[in-house]
């Protein structure tokens, strides 16, 4: 199995109503679309989209609002929108599709899932944010922290944090890209406005997924008091596989594809069945 990153496609643009989001694509066969979280970049999935595309799907890669190389021309940067966003998507390409979410991706993927069943064939959720944690003062906190000015450093700073346990070989030069790419104009407010939003919409959806759902989370994922516990919960008001993985934390899809893909593509087989 091929576990080389891909060069850096040409991204392409979907146009929505106050900017445009950035994506590559890449394979061909079902449709399976990977959605970043928060600060992050789709070359997230720089290890994970091969094996994906080996594996006979249709890979797309987007980023997120104000991330990357998607415009920072918008006016909110919520979970809603961002499955709003991953749905015109879906829809361009004719769908249905498989969303792969990570972090508030995860909760993107669930308010499509909930809000276009006939467009979302499953959902896998990596890490997933599907529900607000903290309180009103920890909120705050982020907002101070994560403010335009600074954001790029501390972003920087905080990172290793992220990536608890395994980090990939290309963890430095990965880590400088994101931060180059919030250093471009406008995009650290786009980034600090992103960190404002709670996931109260998602976890109110949850109940309307019908699209069957794996949850894939990082054994040492530092942003969940109880990473396995966290797990479970959303497994269990999905009816989804739970998939706790070792020595990864908030990134399982680059700090162990290996294991990621195999459990992904175990997923697929039973939403895309082959003859």
């Excluded at 040409?10 to 445009?20: K, L, V």
């Excluded at 990357?68 to 966003?85: I, L, M, P, V």
């Excluded at 003062?137 to 101070?144: D, E, F, K, S």
């Excluded at 008091?225 to 497994?235: M, V």
């Amino acid at each position: 199995m091929n576990t080389t990153p891909r060069s850096d496609l040409s991204p392409q643009f979907i146009e929505r109503p106050d900017g445009r989001i950035a994506y590559d694509v890449d394979g061909r066969g079902p449709l399976v679309v990977l959605v970043p979280g928060m600060g992050d970049l789709r070359q997230t999935y720089r290890l994970l989209a091969p094996m994906l595309v080996a594996a006979g799907y249709r890979v797309a890669s987007c980023d997120l609002r104000g991330h990357g190389d998607s415009d920072t021309t918008f006016g909110s940067y919520n979970d809603e929108q961002t499955a709003s966003d991953v749905l015109a998507l879906i829809d361009a390409f004719g769908g249905p599709a498989v969303i792969v979410g990570n972090s508030m991706g995860a909760g993107a993927a669930v308010i499509a899932a909930a809000t276009r069943g006939d467009l979302v064939a499953g959902v896998v959720l990596v890490g997933p944010f599907v529900r607000s944690s903290g309180g009103a003062m920890q909120r705050l906190v982020m907002r101070v922290v994560l403010a335009p000015g600074w954001a790029a450093l501390m972003w920087k700073m905080y990172l290793p944090k992220l990536y608890s346990g395994h980090r990939p070989a290309d963890f430095e030069q990965y880590r400088d890209q994101v931060v180059t790419g919030i250093r471009r104009p406008g995009h650290a407010r786009a980034f600090s406005l992103t960190t404002r939003l709670n996931h109260d919409a998602a976890e109110a959806r949850l109940g309307d997924v019908a699209a069957p759902a794996l949850v894939i989370m990082g054994e040492r994922d530092p942003d969940f008091p109880n990473p396995r516990a966290e797990a479970e919960w959303i497994g269990q008001r999905l009816d989804a596989q739970v998939v706790m993985v070792e020595e990864a934390g908030h990134y399982p899809q680059s700090q162990q594809p290996l294991v990621t893909f195999d459990a992904i593509d175990t997923f697929l087989g039973t939403v895309f069945p082959r003859a």
